[in-house]
């Protein structure tokens, strides 16, 4: 699958706590926080294009649910630990949940026609499995610290 050089090229910033520690500044190196960078900002621009009377509903909650992504990647890369990390991870997980089964919703009240929904949903399933790729890799670091 194409997300595979991906993981492995995250994966090999964690290889040794010493190489994560120097690289923690750098969160933008990860594949899967630009591919999350570049997501967020295209449902930014396609949301533009929802109802008004959306503004505070589904346009606001897809959002920030999206923005969440890359945010707690960059948060948890931050803070030094496997441990930390694995838990941002998670929560990055969730929000891409919710980030796929809203852009479902979207689709279903039709703001988004079934092209975009297909693009952004395929780019949506790769965050995800690269997550939890990302996270399975820091839970065998978390053992070692």
């Known amino acids: 699958m194409e997300y595979n050089k991906d993981i492995c090229d995250d994966i090999l910033i964690l290889e040794s706590k010493e190489a994560y520690l120097d690289n923690a500044k750098h969160y933008m190196n990860l594949r899967v926080w630009q591919k999350a960078h570049a997501l967020t900002v295209e449902?930014?621009?396609?949301?533009?294009t929802f109802?008004?009377?959306e503004k505070y509903g589904i346009t606001n909650q897809i959002r920030r649910a999206v923005a969440s992504?890359?945010?707690?990647?960059?948060?948890?890369?931050?803070r030094n630990s496997y441990g930390?990390?694995?838990?941002?991870i998670?929560?990055?997980?969730?929000s891409a949940n919710e980030v796929e089964y809203l852009l479902l919703l979207s689709r279903d009240l039709?703001?988004?026609?079934?092209?975009?929904y297909e693009?952004?949903?395929k780019e949506i399933l790769?965050?995800?499995?690269?997550?939890?790729?990302?996270?399975?890799?820091?839970?065998a670091k978390c053992k070692q610290e």
Do not use: V
């Open 69 to 78: 992504i890359p945010t707690n990647i960059a948060e948890g890369h931050g």
């Open 119 to 121: 693009l952004l949903t």
């Open 90 to 94: 998670s929560i990055s997980i969730g």
């Open 110 to 116: 039709g703001y988004i026609n079934k092209q975009s």
């Open 126 to 139: 790769i965050i995800i499995k690269m997550l939890q790729a990302l996270k399975k890799a820091t839970q």
């Open 51 to 53: 109802p008004p009377d």
């Open 43 to 48: 449902i930014y621009k396609i949301t533009k």
């Open 84 to 88: 930390d990390f694995n838990r941002f």
